[in-house]
């Protein structure tokens, strides 16, 4: 299991449009993917889950993933959300 924590920059925060594409991309690999904040934890593999964590610009997320390739799949999630400006 490897985590990290990320900070949301997006001025309007992970809202449906960006947590579609994250959605995407986590779906791509086979390790389990988990975003949590506030002790809520939300599978990233579903954007209703994602939805659900209400992260909005300045919200601090750990990603957490656990799997056979969860160090990459670490990386992506932390760049992706870490990058994303609309």
Do not use: C, F, W
Not at 7 to 35: D, W
Not at 36 to 42: E, F, L, S, W, Y
């Amino acid at each position: 299991m490897v985590e990290q924590n990320v900070t949301i920059i997006n001025k309007t925060g992970l809202h449906a449009r960006p947590a579609n594409g994250l959605v995407s991309l986590v779906k791509k690999y086979g390790s389990r993917i988990s975003l949590i904040r506030d002790n809520k934890t939300a599978n990233a593999k579903s954007i209703i889950n994602v939805l659900t964590l209400d992260l909005n610009q300045g919200a601090q997320v750990l990603v957490r993933a656990e799997g056979e390739d969860e160090q990459e799949a670490l990386e992506a999630v932390v760049t992706y959300l870490a990058e994303l400006a609309e």
